[in-house]
């Protein structure tokens, strides 16, 4: 039988001179040559794509769109927040060297840190919030990089983030944040001066609750390392995701304020209702750190965190009871969200480790979503009754 030569051949004709109004989804694990000085030219860093786990251009272009919205020189995609966290943490760091983490800090985060780095002969100091309201004293010679979060899950509490980078350039560390909470729309920490931005893109920056990505954004210096470290551990984005993500980026700046005007109303109501022990919000007078959210925020995003009160019984009663926020984990996306933190970011925490990342065994995290801020209220009334 002759086989179909020219069926697996792919057609060029249809796809010369094509403009798409919108980004074309570049489907392919390679790249095809004219010739071997092409080769030659791509090698020698003369344009042109090789191989999608190097670079790809639906990936490349929605690399571009989250520069621009950190306003970074440049921004790097990768499959998901951790492989963005672990591919950073690989370019950047060596067996002896110190790595200086938020005590509070992302579940996987703390995780990778303390089950792989320190393996691999990383030294991980974690430092409580209040230490980073002197962040030069929490360096030593040895620390090579500071990696924190601001605003912190779930309590939002959030870190001075110029006086962090400020400390850290004076002595030659780097500082790395993670950027998911506030979104570049409501805090652009580059400006601030820190080294590198990094996001869990699967939550803000999507949008949707569909895709499952993570952002790198820095100078080139630096975004160039660490995309040398993502071709070796191979952890870059799909050509599909990555069109999805650039399509939830287009509505990113709108969702966002919307976020952030129904999660105030909302924090404001329970802050109001004395059925509630305690509502956190960095939008809130009544937040520790709301001075510190004012001075380096431009909105206070979409997360509030209220403590019922009654322990965790009483909590796990108003997380059944509710019918419009869905029970999930995650946060970010269109559908608004509740999760218990103990039952997720903080599962089997002693006492201690609660008191420490500044938990209660009744707190109930909200992610506000684009519904009716009257509906999402009604719920939550209903719910705490
Ligand atoms: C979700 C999340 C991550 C991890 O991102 P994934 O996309 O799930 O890998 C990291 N940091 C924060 C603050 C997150 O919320």
Known sequence: MKLPTRLVQRAKAPLANVDSLTLPIYETTTFVFDSAKQVCDYNEGRGRYLYSRYENPTVVAVEQTLAALEGAEAAILLSSGQAATSTALL???????????????????????????????????????????????????????????SPINPTLRCIDIAAVARACRTRNVLSVIDNTFASPVNQQPLALGVNLVMHSATKYLNGHTDVTAGVL????????QIEKARRRVGGIIDPQPAYALGRGLKTLAVRVERQNATAMAVAEWLSRDRRVAAVYHPGLPSHPDHEIAKRQMRGFGGMV??????????????????????????????ESLCSLPVLTS???????????????????????GLEDPDDLIADLDQALT
């Open 305 to 334: 965190c209220v403590d019922v009160g009654g322990g965790y019984d009483r909590a796990a009663r108003f997380f059944d009871r509710l019918q419009l926020f869905q029970r999930a984990a995650s946060l970010g996306g269109v």
């Open 217 to 224: 954004a820095g100078d080139s210096a630096l975004i160039g």
């Open 346 to 368: 903080q599962w089997g925490h002693t006492d201690e480790e609660l008191r420490e990342a500044g938990v209660t065994r009744s707190m109930a995290r909200l992610s506000i």
């Open 91 to 149: 370019a950047l760091v060596s067996a002896g060297d110190e790595v200086v983490c938020s005590a509070a800090i992302y579940g996987g985060t703390l995780h990778l840190l303390t089950e792989i780095f320190a393996r691999l002969g990383v030294v991980v100091r974690f430092a409580r919030v209040e230490a980073f309201r002197e962040p030069e004293k929490l360096l030593t010679d040895r620390t090579r990089l500071v990696w924190f979060e």
